[in-house]
Nanobody, 118 residues
Framework: QVQLVESGGGLVQAGGSLRLSCAASGNIFRINAIGWYRQAPGKQRELVATITSGGSTNYADPLKGRFTISRDNAKKTVYLQMNNLKPEDTAVYYC????????????WGQGTQVTVSS
C-alpha cells in the first residue's frame, strides 16, 4: 500500500517561512514526478510546484522566487521551502506523485494546513 504523508504545516506570521515534507512509503519501485498542490477555502486546487526524477522543476508563476521544491530520492521524500509567506498562501497543501509500485498510479497525500496571519 503506497502512502504519501505530509508534515511541516502550521501557523506562521506574514513574512515567515515554513518547510513542508512529504514522505512516500510502501512497496515502491520508482517515483517519477512528485510535487505540491494547494487548495484555499472556496477555491480550486492549484499547482504549486513539481519536480521530476531527474530534478527538473516547474513552479506556478506567482510563486517563483519564494518557494523552492527539492527531493531526496533515497528517502523518497519531497520538500517545499516556503519563504516570505503571505496571507494568500493560506491553504491546505497536498503532495502528489506518480509512482510505480505494483503498477503505475497517481497518489495524493492527506494534506497539511498552512495558515499565514497578517
Amino acid at each position: 500500500q503506497v502512502q504519501l504523508v505530509e508534515s511541516g504545516g502550521g501557523l506562521v506570521q506574514a513574512g515567515g517561512s515554513l518547510r513542508l515534507s512529504c514522505a512516500a512509503s510502501g512497496n515502491i519501485f520508482r517515483i517519477n514526478a512528485i510535487g505540491w498542490y494547494r487548495q484555499a477555502p472556496g477555491k480550486q486546487r492549484e499547482l504549486v510546484a513539481t519536480i521530476t526524477s531527474g530534478g527538473s522543476t516547474n513552479y506556478a508563476d506567482p510563486l517563483k522566487g519564494r518557494f523552492t521544491i527539492s527531493r531526496d530520492n533515497a528517502k523518497k521524500t519531497v520538500y517545499l521551502q516556503m519563504n516570505n509567506l503571505k496571507p494568500e498562501d493560506t491553504a491546505v497543501y497536498y503532495c502528489n506523485a506518480d509512482i510505480w509500485a505494483i503498477n503505475a498510479n497517481n497518489y495524493w497525500g492527506q494534506g497539511t494546513q498552512v495558515t499565514v496571519s497578517s
